[in-house]
C-alpha cells in the first residue's frame, strides 16, 4: 500500500510563512491525487488542496492566493507553500493520497503535523 511521511509545520506569527511536505513510499504507482486536509479543535477535517498527477490544482476559497500546492512526481513529494497565514489558519494539517482509476480504493493519510498561528 501507500505510505506518508509528512515534515514541516510548527509556530509561526501571523503575517508569516511555512511549507509543509508530504513524501509517499510504498506502492506510489497507485497515487493520482495528492493534497492536504487540515481539522482544527472542535472542527471536522476539511480539504486545503489538492493536486492531480497531471499537475490540476484546487483550493479551499478560505486560502486561495495565500497557499500554493506543488507535486514532484519522480520523488512523490507533494509540498504546500502557506504565506500570509492567519490565526484561523491553525490546525493539525493531514496529508492525503488518493488511487488512480485502477487503484480506486486508495485513501492514504499522514500522522498529521501541527501548525499554530499566533497572533
Known amino acids: 500500500q501507500v505510505q506518508l511521511e509528512e515534515s514541516g509545520g510548527g509556530l509561526v506569527q501571523a503575517g508569516g510563512s511555512l511549507v509543509l511536505s508530504c513524501a509517499a513510499s510504498?506502492?506510489?504507482?497507485?497515487?493520482?491525487?495528492m493534497g492536504w486536509y487540515r481539522q482544527a479543535p472542535g472542527r471536522q477535517r476539511e480539504l486545503v488542496a489538492v493536486?492531480?498527477?497531471?499537475?490540476?490544482?484546487n483550493y479551499a476559497d478560505s486560502v486561495k492566493g495565500r497557499f500554493s500546492i506543488s507535486r514532484d512526481i519522480g520523488r512523490n513529494t507533494v509540498q504546500l507553500q502557506m504565506d500570509r497565514l492567519k490565526p484561523e489558519d491553525t490546525a493539525v494539517y493531514y496529508c492525503?493520497?488518493?488511487?488512480?482509476?485502477?487503484?480506486?480504493?486508495?485513501?492514504?493519510w499522514g500522522q498529521g503535523t501541527q501548525v499554530t498561528v499566533s497572533l
Open positions: 492525503n493520497a488518493r488511487g488512480n482509476v485502477f487503484h480506486p480504493d486508495v485513501d492514504a
Open positions: 510504498g506502492s506510489t504507482f497507485m497515487i493520482n491525487g
Open positions: 493536486i492531480t498527477t497531471g499537475g490540476t490544482a
